[in-house]
T-cell receptor
Framework: DGGITQSPKYLFRKEGQNVTLSCEQN?????MYWYRQDPGQGLRLIYY???????QKGDIAEGYSVSREKKESFPLTVTSAQKNPTAFYLC??????????????FGPGTRLTVL | GDSVTQMEGPVTLSEEAFLTINCTYT??????LFWYVQYPGEGLQLLLK?????DKGSNKGFEATYRKETTSFHLEKGSVQVSDSAVYFC?????????????FGKGTLLTVNP
């Protein structure tokens, strides 16, 4: 089955630690995205990547970092600089044409809790 | 900038009731419009979309029509089921070949009681 997988489903982190969230897709999509979801809020874009070895900041990139070494993978690192990291993190991918016809498909999400 | 406004929830209905969730948007040009659904503890699933004015998106009994004149994309279903209980997000992506950013509304929680 084609799709997007995220792991782990639940993640706990102590304050001051970096943690990396995994996102893998086998849809052969060029573009991948990371969003953050907080209770009662819509999704906010953290980073996106249109092609391997290239990525751009979204609206709330501070305290996060990403890499895109392979087409299938787009890991997100939540660093200790992120002041309020407890949230639900969603990865998405799209064919990558951009613009109004480029539908994004989402993974199941990772819930990060900082203790 | 671009924005999406959804009716605030929560919305509580009885099974077989008619559903409307209002969505209006602000964007230049002709954005594409989407409805996503999120079941408890899960990621978002694309429910339906429309890419140009007067298009009607439909899926699983849900419908929404792209109304350019009122900048709206209201979600409707004639008879809801308990399994439709979820959070519904309206979203847009602007027109233009290089734009990748989805802009979301805040979501509307729907609870359907038997």
């Amino acid at each position: 089955d084609g799709g997007i997988t995220q792991s782990p489903k639940y993640l706990f982190r102590k304050e001051g630690q970096n943690v990396t969230l995994s996102c893998e897709q086998n849809l052969n999509h060029d573009a991948m995205y990371w969003y953050r979801q907080d209770p009662g809020q819509g999704l906010r874009l953290i980073y996106y990547s249109q092609i391997v070895n290239d990525f751009q900041k979204g609206d709330i990139a501070e305290g996060y970092s990403v890499s895109r070494e392979k087409k299938e993978s787009f890991p997100l690192t939540v660093t200790s600089a992120q002041k309020n990291p407890t949230a639900f993190y969603l990865c998405a991918s799209s064919i990558g044409r951009g613009g109004s016809t480029d539908t994004q498909y989402f993974g199941p999400g990772t819930r990060l809790t900082v203790l | 900038g671009d924005s999406v406004t959804q009716m605030e929830g929560p919305v509580t209905l009885s099974e077989e009731a008619f559903l409307t969730i209002n969505c209006t948007y602000t964007a230049t040009g002709y954005p594409s419009l989407f409805w996503y659904v999120q079941y408890p503890g899960e990621g978002l699933q694309l429910l339906l979309k429309a890419t140009k004015a007067d298009d009607k998106g439909s899926n699983k009994g849900f419908e929404a029509t792209y109304r350019k004149e009122t900048t709206s994309f209201h979600l409707e279903k004639g008879s809801v089921q308990v399994s439709d209980s979820a959070v519904y997000f309206c979203a847009l992506i602007p027109s233009g070949g290089s734009n990748y950013k989805l802009t979301f509304g805040k979501g509307t929680l729907l609870t359907v009681n038997p």
